[in-house]
């Protein structure tokens, strides 16, 4: 029983780190940085570009947290669809500026 809890232990670990090497790529090496810095009017402060760039890596790590407690809860096609519906939201009203 110790050498299951173990490795289930070691999967969440490795799930939970894929999602915060997502938000790193997403955010410092993928380029997204350019973008949102002046979108938000932060290109001139230190402290809030790593405030931004801190916030969604704790964002993306969350959300690969709590992604399989909602999926078991919910279903996975529910998420999906959920997913797909604030991307396609995102996309359509996130650039209102």
Request: hydrophobic share 50%.
């Amino acid at each position: 029983m110790k050498q299951t809890q173990g490795y289930l232990l070691l999967i969440c670990i490795v799930s939970a780190m894929g999602g915060l090497l997502f938000g790193y790529d997403w955010v410092v090496i993928g380029g997204a940085k350019i973008f949102y810095e002046p979108f938000f009017g932060i290109e001139n402060s230190a402290v809030l570009r790593g405030w931004a760039m801190s916030s969604a890596l704790i964002g993306c790590l969350v959300g690969a947290l709590l992604s399989g407690v909602w999926s078991d809860k919910y279903g996975r096609k529910k998420m999906l669809i959920i997913a797909s519906f604030l991307c396609a939201f995102s996309f359509r009203y996130g650039n209102s500026r």
